[in-house]
């Protein structure tokens, strides 16, 4: 059997070649686009997060912006019992995490929300959205989301 000329086995080499580049080039260039296109998951300019040791404290204490609070690269606010901000969520009492969709509450044992009628608080779920300008306390610390 006779082996192929030597244009048409360069042919095929080329060939090859071409294809794996373009193919490299074209996968390349989709991940960037898909990277690119992602949605945004950092917390909004305006959003602020009150915290303070009372309920009579909160009415007069200033919001800190969410981006101040956040430690590290994911867009989450850890704090512990004394309001501190934290940069793992391993001793956090409180997590406010930003997802797609909205923030949401992590997890956090023992979160309450405050009803609008009486004086009744009732437990937060993890993953449950916060809402604006409502009362939430864990042990003897109490936040309001702006």
Known sequence: MASPSY??????????CWLTWSGSAL???AGLLLLLAR???HFEAGQTLTIAGSE????????????????GRRPRV??????DALSSPGHAAVILVQQ????????????????????????VAPG???????????GSLYLRLD
């Open 100 to 123: 797609r969709d909205g923030l949401a509450w992590g997890g956090g044992a023992g979160l309450e929300q405050s009803e609008r009628v009486g004086r009744r608080w009732r437990p």
């Open 56 to 71: 009579r404290g909160l009415r007069s204490a200033k919001g800190l912006p969410l981006t101040s609070l956040q430690r």
């Open 39 to 41: 949605p945004s998951t």
């Open 128 to 138: 449950e959205a916060p809402r604006a300008g409502v009362r939430y306390r864990v």
């Open 27 to 29: 996968t390349l260039t």
């Open 78 to 83: 850890c704090l512990d019992a004394s309001g």
């Open 7 to 16: 244009p048409t086995a360069m042919l095929g080499v080329a060939l090859f």
